[in-house]
């Protein structure tokens, strides 16, 4: 079993930044691919961004393009998300995500893993 938790989240102007991080027990995160999704109010859970097992590869949404940056510390067993530019429209609950299976995945049904969500809010 793998347990997430999530922090870093809050209230933040339009065009700032901040970090999420996600930490990971129960299983060491170098044999994990991970993911982070975001659910703004009424609409689905949607992907952001995922990386490998070994940091190599990484995959975006085309919503956060050159904003935000998805990296891995495998010796702490957490992940991170640095967000910058931030828009009103990235308000949502950010999930950290993790799954077994060897190429990271894109929708949720790819992760079997789930964190409990921290809040972000980004003011205009």
């Known amino acids: 079993q793998v347990q997430l938790v999530e922090s870093g989240g809050g209230l933040v102007q339009a065009g700032g930044s901040l970090r999420l991080s996600c930490a990971a027990s129960?299983?060491?995160?170098?044999?994990?691919?991970m993911a982070w999704f975001r659910q703004a109010p009424g609409k689905e859970r949607e992907f952001v961004r995922a990386?490998?097992?070994?940091?190599?590869?990484?995959y975006y949404a085309d919503s956060v393009k050159g904003r935000f940056t998805i990296s891995r510390d495998n010796a702490k067993n957490t992940l991170y998300l640095q967000m910058s530019s931030l828009k009103p429209e990235d308000t949502a609950v950010y999930y950290c995500?993790?799954?077994?299976?060897?190429?990271?995945?894109?929708?949720?049904?790819?992760?079997?893993?789930w964190g409990q969500g921290t809040q972000v809010t980004v003011s205009s």
């Open positions: 995500a993790a799954d077994r299976s060897v190429v990271p995945g894109t929708t949720r049904q790819d992760y079997a893993y």
């Open positions: 129960g299983r060491t995160l170098s044999t994990l691919v």
């Open positions: 990386i490998s097992w070994s940091g190599r590869s990484t």
